[in-house]
């Protein structure tokens, strides 16, 4: 008995050690199933409430709402890679607006046209405005600038874009040679001037003529010889030689063949301050310049009878010779300005047909049509008049002088 005795005892408190310890495991992984259980639920995500709605077209109630914050999250998100893209274009010459929920700009159109807005009515994608023959694209109710073509940098002085219907005109120097050395030249001696203008006038103002003068880098092409008074040295900066040619001693030179509209006989009129020339048919046909400086520069050639009768807008309405010509007869014109001592620059050069009953000024004077070489429309009727508020045009009948096709005939060097 004792030995048996002595064997049962020691198991007992065994079993229940093993008992409690199987207790004891069974609890922590219910408390361990329950922490699970609660933590998933806890991190979860809402349930995505996703209305496939156009690309631009409004929402509807609160799940348009939930799409645009959740748009408004990828574009927070995505926003930092498109700075990149912009910062490593290297600078431009212009700057990027602020973003604004009133801009939309025509650059970033994804970005403007995820915004749809709930509760019925979103920015819808909007159109931008071109310039030219480009359309811009923006978004919502923005406008944004196209690339286009038909967008022409143009001045008084002419724009700088090729035509057809233009006069090809360079800007040459009077007080440096043809490799832009400084020359002898007086701007308070006018005879400096009168002598270079004389020189050109009888050579018929062809091309080597030219070849003593410096010549401005930039063409301009010209339809209509109408600058009132302005600064002188808008030309030579027009011209591309702003920062190479002081405002004094400069003349620029047009070429180009045109045709008569219909058969008539018709003169060139101007006003200058200081010179215009008008050379057509080979031969000098205008002369206009400053009261103290028309007698000196005309030289051989003279004005009609009664050219002194009537003020212009720079000095004396000079008229020119009566020029004869056929229905879509070709001439070759030369038309040249020029400043003498600097200041103020202007130009007029209108045109008279013989035999046409014109009305008149106060004065008598013959309200007549500017000189073009296309046809008159309103932005440039406009132009006009604002520069000359004082002098009245003829606007019902202008004669269009159609003008030369090909290349730039100043850049012909076997004339």
Same mark, same amino acid.
């Given at each position: 008995?004792? =030995?048996?005795?002595? *064997?049962?005892?020691?198991?007992?408190?065994?079993?229940?050690? $093993? @008992?409690?310890?199987?207790?004891? %495991?069974? +609890?922590?992984?219910?408390?361990?199933?329950?922490?699970?259980?609660?933590?998933?639920?806890?991190?979860?995500?809402?349930?995505?409430?996703?209305?496939?709605?156009?690309?631009?077209?409004?929402? /509807?109630?609160?799940?348009?709402?939930?799409?645009?914050?959740?748009?408004?999250?990828?574009?927070?998100?995505?926003?930092? $890679?498109?700075?990149?893209?912009?910062?490593?274009?290297?600078?431009?010459?212009?700057?990027?607006?602020?973003?604004?929920?009133?801009?939309?700009?025509?650059?970033?159109?994804?970005?403007?046209?995820?915004?749809?807005?709930?509760? @019925? &009515?979103?920015?819808?994608?909007?159109?931008?405005?071109?310039?030219?023959?480009?359309?811009?694209?923006?978004? @919502?109710? /923005?406008?944004?600038?196209?690339?286009?073509?038909?967008?022409?940098?143009?001045?008084?002085?002419?724009?700088?874009?090729?035509?057809?219907?233009?006069?090809? @005109?360079?800007?040459?120097?009077?007080?440096?040679?043809?490799?832009?050395?400084? %020359? =002898?030249?007086?701007?308070?001696?006018?005879?400096?001037?009168?002598?270079?203008?004389?020189?050109?006038?009888?050579?018929?103002?062809?091309?080597?003529?030219?070849?003593?003068?410096?010549?401005?880098?930039?063409?301009?092409?010209?339809?209509?010889?109408?600058?009132?008074?302005?600064?002188?040295?808008?030309?030579?900066?027009?011209?591309?030689?702003?920062?190479?040619?002081?405002?004094?001693?400069?003349?620029?030179?047009?070429? /180009?063949?045109?045709?008569?509209?219909?058969?008539?006989?018709?003169?060139?009129? &101007?006003?200058?301050?200081? *010179?215009?020339?008008?050379?057509?048919?080979?031969?000098?046909?205008?002369?206009?310049?400053?009261?103290?400086?028309?007698?000196?520069?005309?030289?051989?050639?003279?004005? $009609? #009878? &009664?050219?002194?009768?009537?003020? /212009?807008?720079?000095?004396?309405?000079?008229?020119?010779?009566?020029?004869?010509?056929? #229905?879509?007869?070709?001439? =070759?014109?030369?038309?040249? +300005?020029?400043?003498?001592?600097?200041?103020?620059? !202007?130009?007029?050069?209108?045109? =008279?047909?013989?035999?046409?009953?014109?009305?008149? #000024?106060?004065?008598?004077?013959?309200?007549?049509?500017?000189?073009?070489?296309?046809?008159?429309?309103?932005? +440039?009727?406009?132009?006009?008049?604002?520069?000359?508020?004082?002098?009245?045009?003829?606007?019902?009948?202008?004669?269009?002088?159609?003008?030369?096709? !090909?290349?730039?005939?100043?850049?012909?060097?076997?004339?």
């Amino acid at each position: 008995m004792t =030995e048996e005795s002595d *064997y049962v005892t020691p198991s007992r408190p065994r079993r229940f050690g $093993a @008992g409690a310890f199987s207790i004891s %495991v069974i +609890i922590h992984l219910v408390f361990l199933m329950l922490a699970v259980f609660y933590f998933v639920k806890w991190v979860e995500p809402p349930e995505e409430k996703i209305d496939f709605l156009p690309g631009g077209g409004g929402g /509807g109630g609160n799940e348009g709402q939930t799409v645009s914050k959740i748009k408004a999250q990828q574009r927070m998100m995505t926003s930092p $890679a498109l700075s990149k893209r912009i910062a490593v274009a290297g600078p431009a010459s212009f700057s990027l607006p602020d973003a604004s929920p009133d801009f939309a700009s025509a650059s970033m159109p994804m970005a403007m046209s995820d915004a749809s807005s709930g509760s @019925g &009515g979103g920015a819808g994608g909007g159109r931008g405005t071109g310039i030219g023959k480009g359309f811009g694209s923006g978004s @919502g109710m /923005g406008s944004g600038p196209g690339v286009g073509q038909g967008f022409v940098s143009t001045s008084v002085f002419g724009g700088k874009q090729d035509r057809s219907d233009a006069l090809a @005109g360079h800007l040459y120097d009077f007080k440096q040679d043809e490799k832009g050395k400084a %020359v =002898e030249y007086d701007i308070g001696n006018a005879q400096h001037f009168i002598t270079r203008a004389h020189d050109l006038q009888n050579r018929r103002f062809r091309d080597s003529a030219f070849r003593k003068f410096f010549k401005a880098p930039d063409t301009l092409y010209l339809t209509q010889l109408a600058i009132p008074l302005r600064p002188a040295d808008e030309g030579p900066a027009l011209f591309g030689a702003g920062d190479k040619m002081k405002p004094s001693g400069w003349l620029a030179h047009y070429r /180009g063949k045109i045709k008569a509209p219909r058969t008539m006989s018709f003169r060139f009129v &101007g006003s200058a301050d200081d *010179y215009i020339a008008v050379q057509a048919k080979g031969r000098l046909r205008l002369v206009a310049a400053r009261p103290e400086l028309q007698a000196p520069v005309q030289d051989k050639w003279e004005p $009609a #009878a &009664g050219s002194d009768a009537y003020p /212009g807008p720079m000095g004396t309405l000079v008229f020119g010779d009566w020029i004869q010509v056929r #229905a879509g007869e070709e001439l =070759e014109m030369d038309l040249a +300005i020029g400043e003498r001592p600097g200041g103020v620059v !202007g130009f007029l050069l209108l045109v =008279e047909e013989k035999d046409k009953e014109y009305r008149t #000024a106060g004065n008598g004077r013959p309200i007549l049509p500017i000189f073009t070489t296309e046809a008159i429309v309103d932005p +440039i009727r406009e132009r006009i008049t604002k520069g000359f508020p004082d002098w009245e045009f003829e606007w019902d009948n202008v004669p269009v002088f159609t003008n030369r096709s !090909g290349p730039d005939p100043l850049a012909d060097p076997f004339r």
